[in-house]
């Protein structure tokens, strides 16, 4: 069985940091790219980082280049990314997600609230 586990959110204030955290089971994890998700209120979820299998070949969607990172630890079986000079704009649930096996696996998002 699959599972993806997110952790690490919360609310900050503009301009302040969060690590978010996702902890994945029942594939081989360093076989694996992982991204990561968001999706505000209202809107659809948009993909926002991608890592490659070894995290040699890193992508960021536009509007978080230069603000957030986006790492793996392949022996802790897990994926990161770090937030850096939150905007309010930035408020959503944030999901990781694979493909294994053929198929997608998301997990349950956690929330990232940016308000003064």
């Known amino acids: 069985q699959v599972q993806l586990v997110e952790s690490g959110g919360g609310s900050v204030q503009p301009g302040g940091s969060l690590r978010l955290s996702c902890t994945v089971s029942g594939i081989t994890f360093s076989e694996y790219a992982m991204h990561w998700y968001r999706q505000a209120p209202g809107k659809e979820r948009e993909w926002a980082a991608t890592?490659?299998?070894?995290?040699?070949?890193?992508d960021y969607e536009d509007s978080v280049k230069g603000r957030f990172t986006i790492s793996r630890d392949n022996a802790k079986d897990t994926v990161y990314l770090h937030l850096n000079g939150l905007k309010p704009e930035d408020t959503a649930v944030y999901y990781c997600?694979?493909?294994?096996?053929?198929?997608?696996?998301w997990g349950q998002g956690t929330q990232v609230t940016v308000s003064t």
């Open positions: 890592i490659s299998s070894t995290g040699e070949r890193i």
């Open positions: 997600r694979t493909t294994a096996y053929g198929r997608t696996y």
